[in-house]
């Protein structure tokens, strides 16, 4: 999983580095650019000869940056124009070709004066998303001017085909600023509703198979896979699909975490030709492939794996082959836990009385009583599954994590908590090493 966000966000981080804005907002931005209030049938009436001019000559200029120098100029010189939302729409275009800050700037600014614009709203929407970088506050905020941007109205001095055309970019700008903030604050539930109104937003299913639709179908399929519980089965369509327009190294992490989980759903666990080949996955690739299919079409249907085995199941086949006196400790432990009562008592006729060696690591001690994690597992996770009463109180009470070995006879066992009890217990001596002297030879004095 670590790849598959790592990729996601080197895949992110070849859009964001440009600063530049999706191919359908720009163009339809630039189809209203130049035209009051969002492509506006409206234009401003300026009495003024000397401040017409200086908006005709800021407007007028040929480069963005002029434009953009030249529009500034005209605000600071008349900040209260009636052509000032026209103008402001004007320089957050200009900017838009080569200053991020101020293209954001400049639509906070608008949004001062025409609080529903959609342009400007989306715009910020846009770089807020982008600059976040992970910060809950800011992706709130993006979230909330994303939502205020889905409930813009129409203007009266904007015709509803530039109305449309704007709405159409910007729609899936705004559920995918939704979705982030939905993730990072864990809703995963709304971030798989968000994501999912995103991709059903565009228009062109080609815009899904390039970012920033294609990322999102990423971040969809994490979504399901963060779910409790999981829906494998759909996220493994959005990361197989994903996978299929993914430029390379991206393509191989994305594919193999998609065929990850699709084993996960499919293969049972000791279908090892499946482990190895799943099938039907090469049928689900090609159909993920087609533009078209942004969602599952009606023949994605894969078949889930039979459920594991329940652990009494577990122990009766176990038992079917094995007799209980043939069981090594752990074995017999697992079927006094999880076995019906027939087979328990069948592998507690080969322990009770019985005295045995019993090593494990302490979890807990008292000078009459030592608990034990024998199992690695128990071990693993500091579990007593072992409880040793002594014969007499130790007269060294082993700390916690020791490693010991007590020779003990078995007494009894609960199955809830699992517990299996011995009494009589002394620890095991340790042989003491062999003491080598070396041989004194008598030496006579010399004469």
């Not at 600063?19 to 720009?26: G, N």
């Not at 001596?429 to 030879?441: G, I, L, Q, S, Y």
Request: include cysteine.
């Amino acid at each position: 999983m670590k790849k598959l966000v790592s990729a996601s966000v080197m895949l992110l981080g070849v859009c964001s580095a440009m600063i530049v804005f999706p191919p359908a907002f720009a163009q339809g931005a630039d189809q209203a650019s130049g035209q009051a209030g969002q492509g506006s049938t409206c234009s401003p009436s300026i009495k003024d000869p000397a401040e017409y001019n200086a908006y005709t000559n800021a407007t007028s200029q040929s480069s963005a940056q002029a434009k953009a120098q030249a529009i500034e100029a005209f605000l600071t010189q008349y900040p209260n124009s009636v052509a000032k939302a026209s103008v402001l729409q004007d320089l957050m275009s200009a900017y838009e070709t080569y200053d991020a800050a101020k293209t954001l700037d400049a639509a906070k600014r608008l949004l001062q004066v025409d609080p529903n614009n959609l342009r400007a709203l989306t715009f910020v929407v846009y770089l807020e998303h982008q600059q976040a970088n992970g910060n809950q506050a800011a992706l709130d905020q993006a979230a909330a001017d994303a939502n205020k941007g889905l409930n813009s109205p129409k203007d009266a001095c904007t015709t509803q085909a530039d109305y449309d055309k704007v709405k159409d970019a910007a729609t899936p700008i705004f559920y995918s600023a939704i979705g982030a903030d939905d993730v990072a604050k864990k809703d995963y539930k709304g971030a798989i509703d968000a994501y999912t109104k995103e991709l059903q937003s565009y228009k062109d299913p080609a815009q899904t198979t390039v970012v920033p639709g294609l990322l999102d179908t990423i971040y969809l399929g994490q979504a399901y896979l963060q779910e409790d519980p999981k829906d494998i089965k759909n996220a493994v369509w959005f990361l197989t699909r994903a996978a299929q327009f993914a430029k390379p190294p991206y393509q191989g992490q994305i594919e193999a975490q998609a065929e990850y989980w699709y084993k996960k759903f499919h293969c049972a666990q000791n279908d090892g030709a499946c482990q190895a080949k799943p099938d039907g996955l090469q049928a689900i690739q090609q159909a993920a492939a087609v533009p078209a299919n942004i969602f599952p079409p009606a023949s994605y249907n894969p078949t889930p794996a039979p459920p594991p085995p329940t652990p009494q199941q577990i122990v009766q086949q176990v038992l079917a082959t094995t007799t209980p006196d043939q069981l090594g400790l752990a074995d017999k432990e697992y079927v006094l836990a999880n076995g019906n009562p027939d087979d328990q008592q069948k592998v507690w006729a080969t322990m009770n009385g019985v005295t045995a060696e019993i090593p494990g690591v302490v979890v807990s001690a008292t000078p009459d009583s030592v608990q034990l994690a024998v199992t690695p597992d128990n071990q693993q996770s500091n579990k007593a599954d072992f409880t040793i009463n002594m014969k007499t109180p130790l007269k060294e009470v082993p700390k916690q994590g020791d490693k010991v070995t007590y020779i003990a006879t078995f007494d009894s066992y609960t199955q809830n908590p699992p517990m299996i009890i011995l009494k009589d217990g002394e620890l095991k001596a340790v042989p003491k090493a062999p003491v080598h002297h070396t041989p004194h030879h008598s030496t006579s004095s010399q004469r």
